[in-house]
């Protein structure tokens, strides 16, 4: 049975940083593409980034380049997203999702996988 379980969300104030897990289970970790997307109350899934199965190529949503991280460590079967400069936009659950693709897929629509999500506030 495949799992993700996402970790480390909490309440930041704006301009802090925080640092969300992905910790997968159940697949073969290094032949599957990780996102991360986040949803706010009353909006679409959002695509954050995205990293490749050997995490040589990355992705990410134009709100969050320059500012957030995607990393894995495929010994660990898990996937990072460091958060910096946070701004109250940013407040949404995040989940991370999994593709067995080498394709950085940005829509929701072509992952298998989906973690419960984790809660991130950024606060004014």
């Known amino acids: 049975q495949v799992r993700l379980v996402e970790s480390g969300g909490g309440l930041v104030q704006a301009g802090g940083s925080l640092r969300l897990s992905c910790a997968a289970s159940?697949?073969?970790?290094?032949?599957?593409?990780i996102t991360w997307f986040r949803q706010a109350p009353g909006n679409e899934r959002e695509f954050v980034g995205a990293?490749?199965?050997?995490?040589?190529?990355?992705e990410y949503g134009d709100s969050v380049r320059g500012r957030f991280t995607v990393s894995r460590d495929n010994a660990r079967n898990t996937v990072h997203l460091q958060m910096n400069s946070l701004k109250p936009d940013d407040t949404a659950v995040y989940y991370c999702?999994?593709?067995?693709?080498?394709?950085?897929?940005?829509?929701?629509?072509?992952?298998?996988?989906w973690g419960q999500g984790t809660q991130v506030t950024v606060s004014s």
């Open positions: 990293i490749s199965w050997s995490g040589g190529s990355t």
């Open positions: 159940g697949l073969s970790f290094s032949q599957y593409g």
């Open positions: 999702a999994a593709v067995r693709s080498p394709i950085l897929y940005t829509s929701p629509a072509q992952y298998d996988y």
